[in-house]
């Protein structure tokens, strides 16, 4: 489990990752967490590293925002099902 929070980005707030879950705050409405399922928590932390480098690094390439889309069109995160 990890949580990350301490990071410059305009629409996430926090990402936490658990054993084949991820839950999203976004900065739109910091008091809803979405919850999604990863089939492969290792590869999306690694990716999500990567992505939080190059913020870090002020890459203007680097988006929180769009990572987390792109891995819900792509299928790398899912919406849990009620």
């Given amino acids: ?5 301490r990071f410059d980005s305009s629409a996430i707030n926090s990402i936490e990752t658990k054993e084949n ?3 999203v705050t976004y900065n739109s409405n910091i008091a809803k967490e979405y919850v999604y399922n990863c089939e492969n928590i290792a590869d999306f932390s690694n990716n999500l590293c990567e992505v ?3 913020v870090e690094l002020n890459n203007k390439e ?3 925002g769009r990572f987390i889309s792109n891995s819900r069109k792509s299928g790398v995160l899912t919406d849990v099902e009620a």
């Fill in 1 to 5: 489990m990890t949580f990350y929070s």
């Fill in 21 to 23: 879950q991820v839950f």
């Fill in 52 to 54: 939080l480098t190059g």
């Fill in 62 to 64: 680097a988006s929180l």
